[in-house]
Structure formats: C-alpha cells, structure tokens
C-alpha cells in the first residue's frame, strides 16, 4: 500500500531560524510530488511541485526553498524563517507513470509550524 | 484566472437533516473537479473525482455531481460523524507538466446528534 510520511507533526521556531520540513513516500516509484500551505481561513495554496529527481517548479516566490534529493523523498527549507511563514504545511502525492495525468493528490497528515 | 469558491462557509445540520454543499468554479479547460473531506488536524482525505458535466458519484451518504459551472456535495442523512470540511479543487489546462490543484477555502459541516 502507499503511504505517505511528514515530519514532524508540529514545530515551533523562532523568527530567522532555518527550517527543513520533509515528506517521504512508501509504495510507488516516480511520483508527482507537491508542497501545499494551509492558511487559517484561506484556502491550500501551492507553493512548489515536482515530476522527478532534482525537478523543482516554484508557484510562488517566497522566503521558501524546495528540493527532491531522492525519488520518493521531499523537501522544504528555508534559510531564514519569517512570522508570515507560520502555517499548515501539506507534502501531496499524485500516483501515476504518466507526467500529465488525471488523478487525484492524496495528502500527508501536515506539519503545523508555529514561527515566534 | 481559475477560481474556486465554496458555499456556505459553515453549516450546522441536525442528525438526519439532508442538505447540499455548493462548489462555483472557473477553470481553462477543467481537467477533473476534486471533493476532499478533512479533519481538524488531519491532511485532506481524498473523497471523488468529477471529469464532465453530468457525471455523477456516490460514497455512502455522499453524493457529488457536476455540472459546467458548479458542482454539490449532497449530503443525505448525515451522522455526527460526518462532521468536518469539505474541500472543492479543480485541474485545469495549466501548459507543462503540472496537475496542480486550485482549492475553495472549504465548508465547515457540523452535525449534532
């Protein structure tokens, strides 16, 4: 079965610290790999996603980086975190062999970061 | 710009009591309409998939359908345990390689008992 890791579950930083966030997948190969940030009252914005190894697509420029080191392997850092980076931070998977294709994201259990 | 927007933002239901959640969407060229459930705490839990108008799809007391503009969660005696939010997102033609989704900011259900 394919299941999808985040960790850690919550974190709480202080402003100008570094952050690494990481999401690892279990039971597939080459996956469509995403990060999403949940807002109170706003809805899931994306903010990076990626097709492959090393393959990095930015939504939205930011004080955030992302990187795919490994197949089933996500990462976000950022060198310098900022009270606005506070939020619900989701790792999204698409299943599929195909780099276009039609179905759904399933969704980690999401990191709750706190930035002070 | 593709836009989703979901309504009501909140809704209260008594056990028993039916009602429908309303998902309003412009898309270029939608590619698969996307209803999640989540939990507080909890990621999105991957509910139905929608491609054209007309199609419709059932998952115990859930029952989306589409239609060219919009698309209802009907929700048909709901159980306290049916309380969460519920999520709407499209696909779109987007150009490259990206299946990215544009979310709603989602309903909030509640069910007493």
């Known amino acids: 079965s394919q299941t999808i890791h985040q960790w850690p579950a919550t974190l709480v930083q202080p402003v100008g610290s570094p952050l690494s966030l990481e999401c690892t997948v279990e039971?597939?190969?080459?996956?469509?790999l995403y990060w999403y940030r949940q807002a109170a009252g706003r809805g899931l914005q994306l903010l990076f996603y990626s097709v492959g190894i090393g393959q990095i697509s930015s939504e939205v420029p930011q004080n955030l980086s992302a990187s795919r080191p490994q197949d089933r392997q996500f990462i976000l850092s950022s060198k310098k975190l900022l009270l606005s980076d506070s939020g619900f931070y989701l790792c999204?998977?698409?299943?599929?062999?195909?780099?276009?294709?039609?179905?759904?994201?399933?969704f980690g259990n999401g990191t709750r970061l706190t930035v002070t | 710009e593709d836009q989703v927007t979901q309504s009501p933002e909140a809704l209260r239901l008594q056990e028993g009591e039916s009602s429908s959640l309303n998902c309003s969407y412009t898309?270029?060229?939608?590619?698969?309409l996307f209803w999640y459930r989540q939990d507080p705490g909890k990621g999105p839990e991957f509910l139905f998939t929608?491609?054209?108008a007309g199609e419709e799809k059932e998952k115990e007391r859930l029952k989306a359908t589409l239609t060219k503009k919009e698309s209802f969660l009907h929700i048909t005696a709901p159980k306290p345990e049916d309380s969460a939010t519920y999520l709407c997102?499209?696909?779109?033609?987007?150009?490259?390689?990206?299946?990215?989704?544009?979310f709603g900011t989602g309903t909030l259900l509640a069910v007493q008992p």
């Open positions: 997102a499209v696909r779109g033609n987007y150009g490259g390689a990206t299946n990215k989704l544009i």
């Open positions: 898309v270029s060229g939608l590619r698969g």
């Open positions: 929608l491609y054209s």
């Open positions: 039971g597939t190969s080459n996956p469509n």
């Open positions: 999204a998977v698409q299943y599929g062999y195909a780099t276009l294709n039609d179905s759904p994201l399933h």
